[in-house]
């Protein structure tokens, strides 16, 4: 229950109303790995906001907005997979996390269908070159309009003119280039305050990463509107591998002398070691494993209340926490002392050390409402099937949940053969379902499903597909490893989120190898049939326009001047006789 | 149009016929010839990497100093694990994996084979690559008792020891899996249907952490006990099930890795002596023939290729100077190329005869041999069928000077044909048209097909102590039924010579066309098939009993059952052992080597063998 209690609290901390605000959250997880959650969170009354006074909204996303009459938004970078199994619960219950690359949703203001494709691309056209992303190929072919598993988290004033794009980019290689204009875009600019720890070799280093942007209107119960602007980075990161200096990142094997040895072994020695499991939790400090200092706090947020206490770790009270400072600091302790905040200093480095300890009690990891793990079965380049696992851990409630596919077009699924099967029950646990099928070349396949899978349940989702053979310019033009299908999403309705956000989880993306031709012999024909039409449209048009008598037949001329005039004059008669 | 009509008169001409055995012998030369030649430097080319992603030797290795002492201690906790059974080895080993940090999973298996009972426990843990997103994975494996049966406590020891030093590096772009199979073959079967999910539930546990698309599977076996051996080569193993290869580049990958970064030679084929002369790379390449006809697997990598999963293993042979430490850096180095792959291995061959560790021979060298064997058949089929369409009695040639006087007395016995203002003057048996009686030898060719279905179910379905009978019944049950077949004919006074000719013809016509097909998917067995089968096309029906009994016992000696039971003395090998074999190769790996041999190789010898012993009754 510890972790639900730290969550809420957390989130309470974050639901007080300012211009600006960021915290940075930091966990500890198993397996000597290491939860850092930031988010930083902006806001601009509503009015300010038509009227371009922008001041902790950056003026570039802002405009934007604006421009493609873009209401609410959602844009995910992610890298990696939450291993629910070791590390538990999602941060924000999966509510502030992607698919594997790029993912971005939006509700778009217009009249009908057509104009709110026509603003949507204008709209993906845009954050693409502000976020260095490919996010202008999010064409028609890769949008969707979800019905079920997305609900608008804003107040929107009338909610009949929104229109629901979603498009997925699952082969897009989120990297530092997005990373750069996603810290422009906060007010400290990465310079001061919790976001001066994020560098992008450590960032991009993570186990897990997921960086997000959520813009939505919010109004007050008296008629107060106001934009607000979450930005959110969380990561997992290995502790050991981050510790590493940058310029020594080579994992060599350590010097024998400092591996600590099982001497129990019989067999222990000075040439044999068995290496021990480390049971105590390891020491890391803020610089080691960001890489750089905490440049003190943001002049930008709250200088008093629960607002300033921008740095908290989630650790059982036993576990020692030193702060390293010049400046003046102030730690803050919540939730029977498992949650430790702390003001920090202006204008003074910070850091938080932790040593090496041992441990006597764990902290208490939340159980995700489902595990969800999706593969393609079968093998050859004519067909395959995908199944989907998903399973229940809870021992009392059922889980009811929304599982949206999008599907590229060349993946064509068989809808009849779609089965869901839940352990020990011949109960059809499809609610609902919603299909649109592919059009060639125009859109993909776009399936959700409503399901209830019942308490330590196991549901398996299965349908088989063919693979379509694409036309040879449809390939990418670099090298091809097969195409990527984008995550499901997985949307738990029931039991209900605490917020507005809901709760979802998404299974890792699937690799997709279709039948390739090889492109390197197109190539080659090319140039031998180009050598072979060269050298016979020489020889006929050679053949065409020389005339070729023998050496005996020519008219003896005499050469010089004389010869060449004699030549010229017998052509023209030539010519003339003809 | 002048060349057209001499080439329809040249259809009519007796002579004609006479070709097609000369030109199938022709063949058969030419095509066991030009395999002798493939040895040779100007039919063989040197190997090289096609894929430019995959870089091998250029990067640094680290596995050394301290991985060292671990490698040791982890051996010390494989050698204490032999005597343990299945549950307490799969703990120990899940143990050490987990110790690690990673995911780590069992899968039981079970295969009933000849009444035998195959069942162990997979042991596999899943690196989850640090810039992977689970999309693709690569396997690296040590079967707990390698082929011989001896327990790999190097092997896995170094996989264990490898998973601790991979899991420190954050270069990783696929997931990285380390599988400890229970066995050599079944074991990785097992796990390999089930990450497909092509197994059967039953028996097959399925498997609970999965990963992406695998992309490579390298196997090590280095048996070597707690107190290790040090070894002078590798050994790299390549023939997949049912002869299918890996992609040539991850073969020369191997080689260069080894040979050229860490200085240890490569071998291959069980050649362990190699001085690239012609007689060598002849008998590596012969080597690599049987064993790809053959299609068993040949180590853990086999059952990955079916796949199309790229799969060596890397064999410790030999007393020489390199230690565990090299091997472990050789590994590394090759999974450093796999991770360097952009695309699966697609730009190098996989078909290809290996010479030694650094030359080949590509499918278009190679395969005209083969399919010159098979084109010897249908030629003969071919001539076979419009022989059975002709009179038996050749009219004599009228140019031939001999038998003059014969020839007046017959002068009378022509045709006089017109054709618009052409007249022309035939004999009239060159006009005469026989018919052909095709439900005899339809009949024949497709019963002696189906009755091939009775020793392949016997042989993959009986216990394994009845299995010397059986096979001994079979033998002198094959030697005898031609006879008898022959025999029970001739008391109807069946075949007639046209239907004897026919019988041959659609025996040969079904054998050429099977071997030309089976040549492109596995060249070796379509080879190996068409050389023991070349003496069908010279026997023919005779009345002549000396022929017959030559022909008898020439066709008793290629005999199928006969052949195999002296290649396995000839190989010294147990016969129940390689029955075993066969039928576990059957029930666990999909293996179609029978198929061949009693669909395809005994019906066109059963089929040959009634004709010719026919003389001997008539």
């Not at chain 1, 959250?25 to 850092?36: C, F, G, K, N, T």
Request: aromatic share 10%.
């Amino acid at each position: 229950m510890l972790p639900f209690l730290v969550l809420l609290l957390f989130n309470a901390l974050l639901a007080y109303a300012t211009d600006y605000e960021e915290r940075l959250l930091l966990r500890p997880l198993p397996r000597s790995a290491l939860l850092a959650s930031f988010q930083f969170r902006s806001n601009e009354s509503s009015t300010s906001f038509e009227q371009q006074n922008f001041r902790y909204f950056p003026r570039s996303l802002g405009q934007i907005l604006q421009h493609a009459h873009t209401k609410e938004l959602h844009l995910r970078f992610s890298v990696g997979r939450w291993d629910a199994e070791s590390w538990g619960q999602r941060q924000w219950n999966g509510a502030r996390e992607g698919g594997t690359g790029v993912e971005l949703w939006a509700w778009i203001e217009a009249d009908d269908e057509e104009q709110a494709f026509s603003r949507w691309l204008t709209l993906t056209n845009t954050l693409s070159g502000l976020f260095c992303a490919s996010l202008n190929f999010i064409d028609a072919t890769k949008t969707i309009r979800p019905v079920m598993t997305f609900s608008p988290e804003g107040d929107h004033p009338n909610p009949s003119k929104l229109h629901l794009l979603h498009g997925t980019l699952p082969h897009e290689v989120v990297c530092t280039e997005n990373l750069t204009p996603f810290l422009k875009l906060l007010p400290c600019k990465g310079k001061a305050g919790v976001s001066s720890l994020l560098d992008g070799h450590k960032l991009f280093d993570a186990s897990w990463q997921t960086m997000s942007i959520d813009v939505r209107p919010v109004c007050e119960e008296n008629g107060d509107c106001s934009l607000e602007m979450e930005q959110s980075v969380d990561m997992v990161l290995d502790i050991d591998r981050s510790k590493r200096p940058r310029d020594n990142p080579i994992p060599r094997p350590l010097p024998i002398e400092d591996i600590e040895c099982d001497t129990s072994k019989y067999y222990n020695g000075h040439d044999t070691c068995f290496p021990l499991d480390k049971q105590a939790d390891p020491a890391w400090t803020l610089t080691e494993v960001f890489g750089r200092p905490l440049r003190g706090a943001c002049p930008l947020t709250d200088t008093e209340g629960p607002n300033s206490h921008t740095v908290c770790i989630n650790t059982p009270p036993e576990r020692t926490v030193n702060a390293n400072t010049t400046g003046q600091y102030e730690e803050h302790r919540y939730a029977s002392d498992t949650m430790r905040c702390y003001k920090l200093p202006t204008g003074s480095d910070i850091d938080l050390e932790l040593p090496e300890q041992q441990m006597t009690t764990g902290l208490v990891l939340g159980t995700p409402p489902l595990y969800a793990a999706r593969a393609i079965n079968g093998h050859g380049q004519e067909r395959g099937s995908v199944q989907a696992v998903i399973r229940n851990p809870s021992t009392s409630t059922a889980v009811d949940f929304v599982y949206l596919e999008a599907l590229p077009w060349f993946m064509k699924p068989y809808l009849h053969t779609l089965r869901a099967q839940v352990t020990g029950s011949s109960e059809n646990p499809i609610k609902e379902t919603y299909y649109r099928p592919a059009v060639d070349r125009r859109r993909g396949t776009h399936i959700e499903l409503k399901l209830t899978i019942p308490a330590g349940a196991t549901l398996t989702i299965t349908y088989d597909f063919d693979k379509a053979i694409l036309r040879y310019t449809e390939y990418p033009p670099d090298a091809n490893r097969g195409f990527d299908v984008a995550p499901a999403v997985i949307r738990v309705l029931n039991p209900q989120s605490s917020d507005r956000r809901g709760a979802y989880l998404r299974t890792t993306s699937l690799l997709l190898p279709l039948p390739t031709p090889d492109f390197s012999m197109p190539y080659n024909v090319i140039i031998l049939t180009s050598t072979v039409m060269a050298l016979g449209f020489g020889n006929i048009f050679n053949l065409l326009v020389r005339r070729f008598v023998g050496a005996d037949e020519v008219p003896s001329i005499g050469g010089g001047l004389i010869g060449i005039l004699k030549a010229k004059v017998q052509r023209i008669r030539g010519r003339f006789s003809r | 149009m002048a060349l057209l009509a001499t080439l329809l008169a040249l259809r009519k001409d007796a002579r004609i016929l006479k070709i097609p055995p000369y030109l199938s012998a022709f063949c058969i030369i030419v095509g066991v010839v030009w395999l002798l030649i493939l040895p040779l430097n100007e039919y063989s080319r040197n190997t090289y990497v096609s894929e430019n992603a995959l870089l091998p030797g250029q990067v640094h290795t680290y596995f050394t100093g301290s991985e060292h002492n671990v490698f040791r201690a982890y051996r010390q906790e494989v050698a204490a694990l032999a005597g343990s059974s299945v549950d307490q080895r799969s703990k120990r080993l899940s143990e050490i994996f987990q110790s690690n940090n990673l995911k780590v999973a069992t899968q039981k298996y079970s295969y009933q084979a000849s009444g035998r009972n195959i069942s162990n426990e997979n042991v596999y843990a899943v690196l989850q690559g640090p810039r992977a997103d689970a999309t693709e994975a690569v396997v690296m494996m040590a079967a707990w008792r390698n082929m011989a049966g001896d327990i790999n406590h190097s092997g896995v020891a170094l996989v264990l020891s490898l998973a601790r030093y991979f899991k420190r590096w954050s270069l990783w772009s696929k997931d990285v899996i380390f599988l400890i199979p229970g066995d050599s073959t079944t074991g990785s079967q097992a796990w390999v249907d089930a990450y497909h999910d092509s197994h059967s539930p039953d028996t097959i546990e399925p498997l609970s952490i999965k990963s992406g698309a695998l992309q490579g599977a390298v196997a090590v076996d280095y048996p070597a006990g707690p107190w290790g051996h040090r070894y002078d080569k590798l050994h790299i193993m390549y023939d997949g099930v049912n002869g299918q290869l890996p992609n040539l580049d991850l073969f020369n990958t191997a080689v260069s890795i080894a040979s050229g970064q860490m200085g240890i030679g490569c071998t291959l084929q069980r050649m362990w002596k190699h001085d690239d002369s012609y007689q060598e790379r002849l008998q590596t390449m012969l080597r690599g023939m049987i064993s790809q006809g053959l299609g068993h697997a040949t180590g853990p990598h086999s059952s990955f290729i079916p796949y199309h999963v790229d799969a060596i293993t890397l064999q410790t042979v030999g007393d020489g100077w390199h230690d565990e430490m090299s091997l472990g850096r050789t590994v590394e180095s090759l999974f450093r190329s796999l991770n360097n792959l952009l695309e699966h291995l697609h730009q190098s061959f996989f078909f290809y005869l290996l010479l030694q560790a650094n030359r080949f021979v590509s499918i278009g060298t190679y395969l005209p041999s083969a399919m010159l064997i098979a084109m010897n058949f249908s030629i003969t089929s071919i001539a076979l069928w419009v022989l059975s369409g002709r009179s038996i009695t050749t009219p004599p040639n009228p140019a031939s000077t001999s038998n003059k006087d014969k020839q007046e007395k017959e002068k009378a016995d022509v045709t006089v044909v017109k054709k618009d203002s052409a007249v022309a003057i035939v004999p009239t048996k060159s006009l005469e048209t026989v018919e052909r009686r095709l439900s005899l030898p339809l009949t024949f060719v497709a019963i002696s097909h189906f009755l091939g279905l009775l020793p392949l179910y016997l042989f993959n379905n009986t216990h394994e102590s009845y299995l010397d009978p059986i096979f001994y019944a079979i033998l002198g049950l094959t030697g005898i039924l031609p006879f008898a077949t022959a025999a029970i004919l001739q008391s109807f006074r069946r075949p007639t010579p046209q239907e004897s000719n026919l019988i041959q013809c659609f025996s040969l016509l079904l054998l050429g066309m099977f071997l030309s097909a089976l040549a492109t998917l596995n060249f070796s067995l379509s080879f190996l098939v068409g050389i023991l089968t070349t003496p069908l096309t010279f026997i023919r029906g005779t009345k002549n009993k000396i022929f017959a009994i030559i022909g008898s016992v020439i066709l008793a000696i290629l005999n199928p059952v006969v052949v195999i039971r002296a290649a396995v003395f000839f190989f010294g090998m147990d016969l129940r052992q390689v029955l075993v074999q066969a039928a576990e190769g059957w029930h666990v790996w999909g293996l179609w080597t029978q198929v061949v041999v009693w669909l395809v190789w005994w019906p066109a010898w059963f089929a040959g063998s009634v004709v010719v012993s026919g003389g001997l009754f008539s």
